[in-house]
């Protein structure tokens, strides 16, 4: 008999996921929600079609853990990718300026007709990416090993 996955049981390995429908990429949103990373670290390769951004996660899949057991919270490098991209489309966002860091609220897809549609990276402080798509899919990996946040702390929202 086998058992479904649990959250918990992917504490200590590197992520490497992949989104095909709306069910997984709310994982990959959940996954990458507060993750910050400086404008000058996305990348769209028109020819490949490939939309890329090297962010600096929080470790959400571990904080529990780590809590439990007093250790540090973590933060990982990843690299979240958009295949089958046809345009990109940002607002609010200086990429020139190589100071600006950017973080990452939540990754929304906006379906269209036969599969196509449009992935929406939403930004803190209004700002937004947004990537047409001629089918969805994403992936998200690993391709650091984790540091401690800085912060010492899981980011928290303020309304």
Request: glycine share 8%; aromatic share 6%; charged share 30%.
């Amino acid at each position: 008999m086998s058992e479904d996955a649990r959250f918990e049981d992917g504490g200590e390995a590197p992520l490497n996921l992949g989104a095909l429908d709306l069910e997984d990429l709310g994982v990959l949103s959940s996954l990458t929600q507060d993750a910050v990373f400086p404008a000058t670290e996305m990348q769209w390769r028109a020819g490949e079609r490939r939309f890329a951004l090297l962010l600096n996660r929080f470790r959400w899949e571990d904080a529990p853990r780590a809590e439990r057991r007093g250790r540090d919270l973590e933060r990982v490098q990843a690299v979240l990718v958009v295949d089958n991209v046809l345009g990109v489309a940002s607002q609010g966002i200086d990429r020139k300026d190589a100071d600006t860091i950017l973080s990452l609220l939540s990754v929304t897809f906006e379906p269209g007709e036969d599969g196509a549609g449009f992935v929406l990276l939403t930004l803190a402080g209004d700002g937004a990416i947004r990537l047409k798509v001629e089918a969805l899919e994403v992936t998200l990996k690993d391709v650091t090993r984790p540091y401690r946040a800085p912060s010492g702390k899981a980011p928290t929202h303020e309304i």
